[in-house]
């Protein structure tokens, strides 16, 4: 066992560090803190690294990733946060993509896998409906096949910047008279076929966000069928499990907290610095060490799966810790700016400067939109559920 | 020891509720707090004609003598509602530094109107670097003649935009931070050498940053003592935090009340989720925080006129609670509804915001429970 790393990891986060000095876009800096990033803002990170041949550290070297040493994965998501470089769509490359590598055909992997990669094609999450939350298995899109199409007809809801998606992939009901779980398929749809309309939810804080996608007789190809069909919730369970693999953001929530460091130092009580009181002094240690105990636990679980052996339930923790850990940061944040968490920074135009310092521009809405997290993939109750089923067999 | 209302007092319950539920749903909310002026003149002034302003002001100065005890029942339903008209800026607020720091010409003045609903007013006592600390101030009032020259800053004043008068707290002697040297003037807010920045509040309110550029006030625009004003600001400010007290536990009820309505009809899992004991339970703790805020503002209210340590440290308790209890009250309500809990078509998310707000107004937890306990020493 040891800490410290090996000079050859010294020298691959020099290269990986110069890299992003090197190639990070100029107009993409800062940005990704104040609102609304566009299409394009999210892919042009994405294609800097494609070019490189770093954009899918997950995958397998013979799909396209980079064959990195756990430990290698680790600095290079350090690199990136410390950089605050846009965190990468997960739909395609940490959700669809290791399904159609794992249980996808040939023809499938050649024609899906390069796309999602050099971010040609933009994926979108079709699992959630109106009636089928935390209770996935419920869902009731119906595909009926005809020949060799299906035809889908149904809703699905909080579907994350479907607005902007070339493709959906869609837990779909075949089979209506098993076991729930028994008669769902897993359906890659392409967003231009007709029947599909998708609306915009807008949350809390303003932003687009999420939307609804409804099908209306769509008809979708047979060959975009994953794997057989009515086997769809085996691959849905796995890639809910890797899902909740890269989402407990401890390099993120690093970043973050030296963020809310600056903050509180540059706030003042009765002309101290915020971070010099007492009261936050301790909140910020608390979190930190949150953290602390949230990375070793994320690392223990890499340097099993490092090992052949897949992350198993317990891997709800990190969703579980690291939502709780990210949304006590937004918190926080937003006590630190004090009064400057009143004005509503989407009211401003793109060249007009919201009242108060910068760096409290817009954290109140950041706060109350990263409630979203305890609920989403899983909600926190329904991980915790998970964790007393599957791991304590109670 | 008595907790029940008089007859009048349910009468002034009912006739608020009754208004608020004829004219002042979500949607109503939703649409006066999104249009171009951002409040209603209109319903302001119903507010006048159902005798809202007069009833907590004296009789003498054309109010109704219902004291805190009618501005709790008020803000309460408001808090329901979410109201954004300006009622305790001007009522609570603008109405307390008369009634406490007024002269007579002022009262004469000032009360009636507020009382008829003729008159709005906003009070800017926060700067961008004063935090929580109403005397940490460098907005500076210098004597000049028989009346003063008014310079500086305030930040985030909330109604401003509204207003016709601003309550504006300045320096009037001594350093920055010094307790004396506080003084409180009454300004129009469309005198000459003042500009405001009018926008928008993450909760559907409005603000404006407020610059003051050599402002001539005349004598009487002091209000109270000359730099002894921070006794009278903590006084009315406390009075404030009673009426939001009450307005916070409001819109706990309405957040409680949704979920549980929700979780009964909500189903996953072929039943209504509402019957899973670990959101029975989450839902039984946001009713006790409903109902320890509700016993705080009761608490607050009926201690005003005590002693000032008494007093303040009432004040600061219920601040605590209403900061600690909207803020798990808020983010439950969120979380048991789910993905719905997120979105701006529920009122879920507004309550939400304008609980989050009101921990942040006059001081959050953490001042309020150094206050407190530099009280208790």
Same mark, same amino acid.
């Given at each position: 066992?040891?800490?410290?790393?090996?000079?050859?990891?010294?020298?691959?986060?020099?290269?990986?560090?110069?890299?992003?000095?090197?190639?990070?876009?100029?107009?993409?800096?800062?940005?990704?803190?104040?609102?609304?990033?566009?299409?394009?803002?999210?892919?042009?990170?994405?294609?800097?690294?494609?070019?490189?041949?770093?954009?899918?550290?997950?995958?397998?070297?013979?799909? =396209?990733?980079?064959?990195?040493?756990?430990?290698?994965?680790?600095?290079?998501?350090?690199?990136?946060?410390?950089?605050?470089?846009?965190?990468?769509?997960?739909?395609?490359?940490?959700?669809?993509?290791?399904?159609?590598?794992?249980?996808?055909?040939?023809? /499938?992997?050649?024609?899906?896998?390069?796309?999602?990669?050099?971010?040609?094609?933009?994926?979108?999450?079709?699992?959630?409906?109106?009636?089928?939350?935390?209770?996935?298995?419920?869902?009731?899109?119906?595909?009926?096949?005809?020949?060799?199409?299906?035809?889908?007809?149904?809703?699905? %809801?909080?579907?994350?910047?479907?607005?902007?998606?070339?493709?959906?992939?869609?837990?779909?009901?075949?089979?209506?008279?098993?076991?729930?779980?028994?008669?769902?398929?897993?359906?890659?749809?392409?967003?231009?076929?007709?029947?599909?309309?998708?609306?915009?939810?807008?949350?809390?804080?303003?932003?687009?966000?999420?939307?609804?996608?409804?099908?209306?007789?769509?008809?979708?190809?047979?060959?975009?069928?994953?794997?057989?069909?009515?086997?769809?919730?085996?691959?849905?369970?796995?890639?809910?499990?890797?899902?909740?693999?890269?989402?407990?953001?401890?390099?993120?929530?690093?970043?973050?907290?030296?963020?809310?460091?600056?903050?509180?130092?540059?706030?003042?009580?009765?002309?101290?610095?915020?971070?010099?009181?007492?009261?936050?002094?301790?909140?910020?240690?608390?979190?930190?060490?949150?953290?602390?105990?949230?990375?070793?636990?994320?690392?223990?679980?890499?340097?099993?799966?490092?090992?052949?052996?897949?992350?198993?339930?317990?891997?709800?923790?990190?969703?579980?810790?690291?939502?709780?850990?990210?949304?006590?940061?937004?918190?926080?944040?937003?006590?630190?700016?004090?009064?400057?968490?009143?004005? #509503?920074?989407?009211?401003?135009?793109?060249?007009?400067?919201?009242?108060?310092?910068?760096?409290?521009?817009?954290?109140?809405?950041?706060?109350?939109?990263?409630?979203?997290?305890?609920?989403?993939?899983?909600?926190?109750?329904?991980?915790?559920?998970?964790?007393?089923?599957?791991?304590?067999?109670? | 020891?008595?907790?029940?209302?008089?007859?009048?007092?349910?009468?002034?319950?009912?006739?608020?509720?009754?208004?608020?539920?004829?004219?002042?749903?979500?949607?109503? #909310? !939703? !649409?006066?707090?999104?249009?171009?002026?951002?409040?209603?003149?209109?319903?302001?002034?119903?507010?006048?004609?159902?005798?809202?302003?007069?009833?907590?002001?004296?009789?003498?100065?054309?109010?109704?003598?219902?004291?805190?005890?009618?501005?709790?029942?008020?803000?309460?339903?408001?808090?329901?509602?979410?109201?954004?008209?300006?009622?305790?800026?001007?009522?609570?607020?603008?109405?307390?530094?008369?009634?406490?720091?007024?002269?007579?010409?002022?009262?004469?003045?000032?009360?009636?109107?507020?009382?008829?609903?003729?008159?709005?007013?906003?009070?800017?006592?926060?700067?961008?670097?004063?935090?929580?600390?109403?005397?940490?101030?460098?907005?500076?009032?210098?004597?000049?003649?028989? =009346? #003063?020259?008014?310079?500086?800053?305030?930040?985030?004043?909330?109604?401003?935009?509204?207003?016709?008068?601003?309550?504006?707290?300045?320096?009037?002697?001594? =350093?920055?931070?010094?307790?004396?040297?506080?003084?409180?003037?009454?300004?129009?807010?469309?005198?000459?050498?003042?500009?405001?920045?009018?926008?928008?509040?993450?909760?559907?309110?409005?603000?404006?940053?407020?610059?003051?550029?050599?402002?001539?006030?005349?004598?009487?625009?002091?209000?109270?003592?000359?730099?002894?004003?921070?006794?009278?600001?903590?006084?009315?400010?406390?009075?404030?935090?009673?009426?939001?007290?009450?307005?916070?536990?409001?819109?706990?009820?309405?957040?409680?009340?949704?979920?549980?309505?929700?979780?009964?009809?909500?189903?996953?899992?072929?039943?209504?989720?509402?019957?899973?004991?670990?959101? /029975?339970?989450?839902?039984?703790?946001?009713?006790?925080?409903?109902?320890?805020?509700?016993?705080?503002?009761?608490?607050?209210?009926?201690?005003?006129?005590?002693?000032?340590?008494?007093? !303040?440290?009432?004040?600061?308790?219920?601040?605590?609670?209403?900061?600690?209890?909207?803020?798990?009250? =808020?983010?439950?309500?969120?979380?048991?509804?789910?993905?719905?809990?997120?979105?701006?078509?529920?009122?879920?998310?507004?309550?939400?915001?304008?609980?989050?707000?009101?921990? %942040?107004?006059?001081?959050?937890?953490?001042?309020?429970?150094?206050?407190?306990?530099?009280?208790?020493?």
């Amino acid at each position: 066992m040891d800490l410290s790393f090996s000079p050859e990891d010294e020298a691959f986060r020099r290269e990986v560090h110069e890299f992003i000095a090197n190639n990070y876009p100029e107009r993409l800096k800062g940005k990704n803190r104040r609102e609304f990033s566009e299409r394009e803002d999210f892919l042009a990170w994405q294609k800097v690294l494609y070019k490189k041949g770093w954009v899918a550290p997950l995958w397998p070297k013979e799909y =396209g990733g980079t064959g990195w040493s756990i430990t290698q994965r680790y600095i290079f998501n350090e690199e990136c946060a410390r950089a605050e470089t846009p965190q990468l769509l997960a739909f395609g490359l940490s959700m669809v993509g290791p399904v159609i590598y794992t249980f996808g055909n040939e023809a /499938q992997k050649k024609r899906f896998l390069p796309g999602i990669l050099s971010a040609e094609d933009w994926w979108c999450q079709g699992y959630s409906e109106p009636g089928s939350g935390s209770d996935l298995a419920s869902l009731r899109t119906r595909a009926v096949r005809e020949g060799d199409h299906y035809i889908v007809n149904g809703q699905k %809801t909080w579907t994350t910047l479907a607005q902007y998606a070339d493709w959906i992939f869609c837990l779909v009901r075949t089979d209506p008279n098993v076991k729930q779980q028994e008669g769902i398929s897993f359906l890659l749809i392409d967003m231009k076929t007709p029947g599909i309309t998708v609306k915009p939810i807008i949350l809390m804080d303003g932003a687009h966000e999420v939307n609804e996608v409804f099908f209306d007789n769509v008809k979708v190809p047979a060959e975009n069928l994953i794997g057989e069909e009515n086997k769809g919730w085996t691959y849905a369970k796995f890639l809910l499990v890797n899902e909740r693999s890269g989402i407990a953001g401890v390099a993120r929530s690093k970043k973050q907290i030296e963020r809310l460091k600056e903050i509180a130092t540059s706030e003042t009580v009765d002309g101290t610095p915020l971070i010099g009181t007492d009261e936050f002094a301790r909140k910020i240690a608390e979190l930190e060490i949150d953290l602390t105990a949230l990375e070793f636990t994320e690392l223990r679980t890499l340097a099993q799966e490092a090992k052949g052996k897949h992350a198993g339930p317990e891997s709800s923790i990190l969703k579980i810790k690291g939502t709780e850990v990210q949304q006590r940061i937004t918190e926080l944040t937003l006590e630190a700016v004090g009064y400057y968490a009143f004005p #509503y920074a989407r009211a401003f135009g793109d060249n007009e400067f919201p009242p108060g310092p910068d760096y409290a521009v817009g954290q109140s809405g950041t706060y109350f939109n990263m409630r979203k997290t305890s609920i989403y993939g899983g909600s926190n109750e329904i991980q915790r559920n998970i964790i007393a089923k599957a791991v304590l067999g109670l | 020891m008595d907790f029940s209302y008089s007859e009048e007092q349910t009468l002034l319950r009912n006739s608020v509720a009754k208004f608020l539920a004829d004219h002042y749903d979500f949607e109503s #909310y !939703k !649409k006066i707090s999104r249009s171009e002026a951002g409040w209603s003149r209109s319903v302001w002034k119903q507010f006048a004609e159902l005798g809202l302003m007069a009833a907590p002001l004296p009789e003498e100065f054309g109010g109704l003598g219902g004291g805190a005890v009618d501005t709790m029942i008020i803000m309460e339903e408001f808090g329901r509602a979410l109201v954004v008209e300006p009622f305790a800026s001007t009522v609570v607020v603008g109405g307390g530094f008369l009634r406490h720091g007024g002269s007579a010409a002022q009262k004469e003045k000032w009360l009636s109107k507020i009382a008829d609903g003729s008159t709005v007013m906003a009070f800017a006592f926060a700067e961008p670097e004063g935090r929580y600390n109403f005397a940490d101030l460098t907005t500076t009032a210098k004597r000049n003649g028989s =009346g #003063y020259t008014l310079n500086g800053q305030k930040a985030v004043v909330l109604n401003a935009p509204h207003a016709d008068v601003l309550i504006v707290s300045a320096r009037t002697a001594g =350093g920055r931070r010094d307790t004396k040297g506080v003084s409180v003037f009454l300004v129009d807010r469309n005198a000459k050498g003042v500009s405001t920045r009018d926008y928008p509040t993450i909760d559907g309110q409005r603000a404006s940053e407020i610059s003051f550029d050599n402002v001539d006030l005349p004598a009487e625009a002091l209000l109270g003592t000359v730099d002894e004003g921070l006794g009278l600001i903590e006084r009315v400010t406390d009075e404030a935090i009673a009426a939001h007290t009450a307005e916070a536990a409001g819109a706990m009820k309405v957040l409680l009340d949704t979920t549980v309505e929700y979780t009964k009809t909500r189903k996953q899992f072929g039943v209504p989720i509402g019957k899973f004991q670990v959101l /029975q339970h989450r839902m039984v703790d946001m009713f006790i925080q409903a109902e320890q805020t509700t016993s705080m503002a009761l608490m607050v209210t009926l201690k005003l006129d005590e002693g000032e340590t008494e007093r !303040k440290k009432a004040a600061s308790a219920a601040k605590v609670q209403l900061g600690k209890g909207g803020r798990f009250v =808020g983010q439950q309500a969120v979380q048991l509804h789910g993905g719905m809990g997120m979105t701006d078509e529920l009122n879920v998310g507004h309550y939400f915001k304008r609980l989050a707000l009101l921990d %942040t107004l006059y001081g959050n937890v953490d001042h309020h429970l150094k206050r407190y306990a530099a009280l208790s020493d």
